[in-house]
C-alpha cells in the first residue's frame, strides 16, 4: 500500500469534519472575536475554507514563496460561501493525493514568506501533515471554542459533542 492509500481515508475525514463546522459558522457573529489579539470568527472561517486549496501547492510543488504569488485572504462571504471554497480545495488536493508516488513524499519542500523568511523547509511529508492538515485541525479547533462561546452548536469531530450526540 502506498503512503497516499495510507493518508487518503485521513483526509477524508478531516475534510468531513471540517465541512461540518464551516457549515455552522453563523454570520451574524463573523466579528466575534473572543480577545483583542484573536482573528475575528469570519477571517478565521474563511482562512480554513482557503487552506483547503493550500494542500495543492504542497503536493504539487517544491515551494511556495508568498512574494511571488497572487494570494488574496478569502473575504467572509456565508457559511455556504466557505463550503464551496473547501470543497473545491479539497477536491483538487484529494486528486493531487491519490495519484501522489512514494519518493515525492521525500523531497523537500520549502514555506518562504516575504522573501526571505523561510517558515518551513522539510520533506514534502512534514509539509502535508505539519504546515496542511495539522494546520487546519488546529484552526477547526479554535472555531470549535469561537462556536461555544456566542452559543452556536459545536458539531462531534472525533468524539460526541455536547451538541451532537452521535447517539451516545
Known amino acids: 500500500m502506498s503512503i497516499s492509500d495510507l493518508l487518503v481515508p485521513e483526509f477524508d475525514a478531516e475534510m468531513k469534519k471540517t465541512r461540518t463546522m ?3 459558522i453563523p454570520a451574524e457573529k463573523s466579528g466575534f472575536a473572543p ?3 484573536s482573528t475575528p470568527l469570519g477571517k478565521l472561517a474563511s482562512h480554513v475554507a482557503q487552506l483547503a486549496g493550500f494542500g495543492l501547492s504542497v503536493l504539487s510543488t517544491p515551494e511556495l514563496d508568498f512574494s511571488k504569488g ?3 485572504p478569502l473575504p467572509f462571504e456565508s457559511a455556504v460561501h466557505l463550503v464551496r471554497v473547501l470543497d473545491e480545495g479539497a477536491a483538487q488536493v484529494r486528486n493531487a493525493l491519490v495519484g501522489l508516488p512514494d519518493e515525492a513524499w521525500q523531497q523537500n ?3 518562504i514568506f516575504q522573501g526571505s523568511k523561510i517558515l518551513f523547509d ?3 511529508f512534514l509539509a502535508y501533515r ?3 492538515l495539522n494546520h487546519i485541525v488546529h484552526h477547526r479547533a479554535q472555531l470549535g471554542v469561537y462556536l461555544r462561546l456566542n452559543d452556536a452548536p459545536v458539531p462531534a469531530t ?3 459533542s455536547a451538541d451532537d450526540t452521535l447517539g451516545f
Do not use: D, I
Open 122 to 124: 522539510g520533506s514534502r
Open 35 to 37: 480577545h483583542p489579539k
Open 130 to 132: 505539519q504546515m496542511f
Open 22 to 24: 464551516l457549515e455552522r
Open 158 to 160: 472525533y468524539v460526541p
Open 70 to 72: 497572487s494570494y488574496k
Open 109 to 111: 519542500w520549502k514555506l
